[in-house]
């Protein structure tokens, strides 16, 4: 049996080649029904459908085939086969192509202390373009809720970053793409971050040089730093004295407008007291020959 189909199917895909037949491409969701009619340009008196792998298939009244809750096994090659008027056989190829969620990503993992690095490939969209992807992350052997690391990752990066992981520890990442039909199939990678070893590899740096430090330059730096702040000290006391020396300019307007009256009145003197409705705070003062200076009004 399985030699009769094979060369059937050998003489069919001959028959395409030498005619010159175009293969028709004919594509179908998975979990839908298809069906394919047989476009053959004659009447055909019989209609029979082949394809190799394949048992009895259904054909409707009219030679269509049909394919009910198609799955990823209908995909492939179908010959439609009829006998013209004229007794000669007549064909018709179609390639059946059924589009599904995408595949597994070919997906890495390459982590560093407190970050990792997510790389990955897509083997196959399914079909229909990738509309985007997906990323989460947890514990190892962990069943805390998974932590999301992006809900909607561009269809066009291939790369990205994780943060704020702990040193040392086991995680499970999984990624998954997308496209119109839904989420492909997820795929799951365990990784270990590296040991936080920053501060030890300093320690030793450190170390390794201690024996070739020459003390001088530290008592150089250490003068430098001393007479800086000595030269700021004493420039800073400097200023503050020369500040305390200068008259308060409120005290030198005050002596400049008593000078005047001092001139002309000897025996001026300035009582000072509540204005009057004149705002006048000045009271009159009697000199030896009995004259009275009257305040100024203002």
Not at 95 to 103: Q, W
Not at 135 to 146: G, I, K, P, Q, V
Not at 208 to 225: E, L, M, P
Request: glycine share 8%.
């Amino acid at each position: 049996m399985y030699s009769l189909w094979k060369v059937t199917l050998f003489f069919l895909l001959f028959i395409v080649f030498i005619t010159g037949s175009k293969i028709q491409q004919y594509a179908v969701d998975v979990g839908r029904n298809a069906t394919i009619p047989c476009r053959i340009s004659n009447t055909p008196s019989e209609v029979n459908w082949v394809r190799k792998g394949k048992g009895r298939l259904t054909i409707l009244d009219d030679g269509s085939l049909f394919l009910n809750n198609v799955s990823l096994n209908d995909s492939g090659i179908y010959f439609c086969i009829s006998s013209g008027e004229d007794g000669n056989d007549l064909n018709y190829t179609v390639n059946v192509k059924v589009r599904t969620t995408p595949n597994a990503l070919n997906f890495t993992v390459h982590p560093k202390t407190v970050i990792a690095l997510l790389c990955w490939d897509v083997l196959n969209t399914g079909g229909y373009p990738i509309t985007g992807f997906a990323a989460e992350y947890r514990l190892f052997n962990s069943s805390e809720d998974w932590k999301v690391i992006s809900s909607r990752i561009s269809s066009n990066s291939r790369t990205y970053e994780v943060y704020n992981l702990k040193p040392n520890t086991t995680y499970t990442f999984r990624m998954w793409a997308t496209n119109q039909l839904g989420q492909g199939a997820i795929t799951e990678v365990h990784k270990t971050t590296l040991h936080n070893n920053q501060s030890a590899e300093l320690a030793r740096h450190f170390l390794t040089n201690a024996h070739t430090f020459d003390t001088r330059v530290w008592a150089i730096a250490v003068g430098i730093v001393m007479g800086t702040l000595l030269v700021l000290g004493t420039g800073t006391s400097l200023l503050l004295y020369q500040e305390c020396r200068t008259p308060n300019g409120s005290d030198a307007q005050e002596i400049i407008e008593l000078v005047p009256n001092i001139i002309l009145n000897p025996g001026f003197e300035e009582r000072g007291g509540l204005a009057d409705e004149n705002s006048n705070n000045e009271t009159a003062v009697h000199l030896n020959n009995n004259s009275v200076v009257q305040p100024q009004n203002m």
